[in-house]
């Protein structure tokens, strides 16, 4: 495998052995992880673990898993920068608070659209205003007027929307 933190021919060092001010080995751990175009990676990545727990993390991991591994750490130490006491937690914690809100939210609209539904079916089936009740209609009009049709799976629809409507408004 081809090391990106080298140049061919002359030896180029990485990122981690350039600000540690050592030279950069052929068989640097850090090297394929760390090349010397990105030296602000390895700078936050030994702020917050340090050097030495870096190598030793890198070489207990089998080089498949290695570069997972540094993309987390990278992740972590860039998190502890800006928030040092919460890390990555607080920006998760974050994240969770705005998915509660996001729930809540969609929680209401769905209840709010039960409710518009049930109003609706309840207009549609004559029970909606008191000029369409059966005692202010006269016996001949009675005959005439059509009642709309629906189906027993769409009042199903409706009465289980409404079921989850009210354990929605419950909560």
């Known amino acids: 495998m081809k090391e990106s933190g080298r140049k061919q021919g002359a030896a180029s060092p990485c990122a981690a052995c350039k600000l540690l001010r050592r030279r950069c080995a052929q068989d640097c751990v850090f090297a394929p992880y760390f090349p010397a175009d990105e030296p602000h990676k390895f700078a936050s990545v030994h702020k917050v673990f340090g050097a030495s727990n870096v190598n030793k993390m890198l070489q207990e991991l089998p080089e498949h898993q290695r570069g997972d591994a540094v993309?987390?750490?990278?992740?972590?130490?860039?998190?502890?920068?800006?928030?040092?006491?919460?890390?990555?937690?607080?920006?998760?914690?974050?994240?969770?608070?705005?998915?509660?809100?996001?729930q809540s939210?969609?929680?209401?609209?769905?209840?709010?659209?039960?409710?518009?539904?049930?109003?609706?079916?309840?207009?549609?089936?004559?029970?909606?205003?008191?000029?369409?009740?059966?005692?202010?209609?006269?016996?001949?009009?009675?005959?005439?007027?059509?009642?709309?049709?629906?189906?027993?799976?769409?009042?199903d629809m409706v009465v289980d929307q409404a079921n989850i409507g009210e354990s929605l408004w419950s909560c």
């Open 71 to 102: 993309s987390s750490m990278v992740y972590e130490a860039n998190a502890r920068v800006r928030d040092p006491v919460y890390g990555c937690v607080g920006a998760i914690s974050s994240l969770q608070q705005q998915i509660d809100h996001l």
């Open 105 to 155: 939210q969609l929680a209401i609209a769905q209840a709010e659209v039960v409710h518009m539904r049930m109003r609706q079916f309840s207009s549609i089936s004559g029970g909606g205003t008191a000029g369409n009740s059966p005692e202010n209609v006269s016996p001949s009009s009675r005959h005439t007027q059509t009642q709309p049709t629906m189906s027993l799976f769409t009042m």
